[in-house]
Nanobody
């Protein structure tokens, strides 16, 4: 299984970016999908998560600005980021709980995509 994240880049404060993450491989089912971020010198933190039943949670600092969504047909999860702030600058990682033959349920991570918010 591979998770391929994309969509990062440089954006000015107040701008928007949309991150995408697509899972591929011998996937039978996907439960939760989420986005984490790690800023320089800080621990990785959960940004947003969406479960298989589409329950959603956000870290307080992004509520009202970020929107997580998923497309089960494409095995994809997205993060729409609006009103970006310099403190959103970080490497963003997607992850997913995926069921595959033989190994069952495991958590997989994407490679990370850098988001830089700066004027």
């Amino acid at each position: 299984v591979q998770l391929q994240a994309s969509g990062g880049g440089l954006v000015q404060p107040g701008g928007s970016l949309r991150l995408s993450c697509v899972a591929s491989g011998s996937i039978i089912s996907i439960n939760s999908m989420g986005w984490y971020r790690q800023a320089p010198g800080k621990q990785r933190e959960l940004v947003a998560v969406i479960t298989g039943s589409r329950n959603i949670n956000y870290v307080d600092s992004v509520k009202g600005r970020f929107t997580i969504s998923r497309d089960n047909a494409k095995n994809a999860v997205y993060l729409q980021m609006d009103s970006l702030k310099p403190e959103d600058t970080a490497v963003y990682y997607c992850n997913a709980e995926i069921y595959i033959p033989v190994l069952g349920w495991n958590t997989y991570w994407g490679q990370g995509t850098l988001v830089t918010v700066s004027s």
